[in-house]
């Protein structure tokens, strides 16, 4: 598998010397492990993340492994999935607006009106974010998560992400989530790793930290 294209020891050192409670929970959790993607392309990715929208992991896997099985269990052409019949995607468990939402993406790709894998490597985070999210059913996090997850940009704050949100709450022992703007704000000291810290409060959510740390 291809090294993410940042040095995470370097993002941890610049984490642990900018901010002591970051740097105390860096080590509580250990080394860092983002999962990176970066086989997906972005259709891929963002048609993935639609699938994935307000399920549960488990359920949203299985209904992705459907869908997928219809094209030999790999991700379609954009064509490939414009011409399959509602019909057949609705019995993998799609509900009818994610179909409308991974077709309208299909339909984007095939008319060249997203930016290509070439496009994007010249392109800004804030670029990328704009350009995906014309999309239905794409907005700004979904497209985040394919910056941290596929793309592998090291400075990205998901600050409406709930996960990244609790996990700010658990580390800095606030008893509210802080707003958008109070994470944003303090995400500052973190540039130009957001995108590791982000990893560690996800992590700092988690049930499993939760219960280890009471």
Avoid at 1 to 13: I, T
Avoid at 22 to 47: K, S, Y
Avoid at 170 to 193: C, H, M
Wanted: charged residues 25%; hydrophobic residues 40%; aromatic residues 10%.
């Amino acid at each position: 598998m291809r090294p993410l294209p940042y040095d995470p020891g370097l993002a941890l050192a610049h984490l642990r010397s900018n901010d002591p409670v970051l740097a105390q929970l860096t080590v509580e959790i250990g080394d860092f492990g983002l999962e990176f993607r970066e086989d997906q392309t972005p259709f891929e990715a963002l048609m993935r993340s639609i699938v994935f929208q307000q399920l549960s992991g488990h359920a949203a896997t299985s209904i992705l492994n459907r869908v997928l099985g219809l094209y030999g269990n790999d991700f379609p052409a954009p064509g490939a999935l414009l011409e399959t019949p509602d019909g057949e995607l609705r019995s993998c468990g799609l509900s009818r607006s994610k179909i409308r939402a991974v077709k309208d993406l299909a339909s984007k790709v095939a008319q060249n009106l997203l930016p290509t894998p070439d496009d994007i490597e010249t392109m800004q985070d804030d670029e990328i974010v704009n350009a995906f999210s014309k999309v239905r059913g794409i907005g700004p996090w979904t497209v985040e998560m394919m910056l941290i997850f596929n793309l592998g940009r090291p400075d990205v704050l998901p600050v409406t992400d709930l996960g990244v949100r609790r996990g700010y709450s658990v580390a800095y022992q606030s008893d509210e989530l802080p707003t958008f703007k109070q994470l944003r704000e303090y995400g500052e000291i973190w540039k130009p790793y957001r995108s590791v810290a982000s990893w560690y409060l996800w992590q700092a959510a988690s049930p499993d930290f939760r219960s280890d740390t009471n």
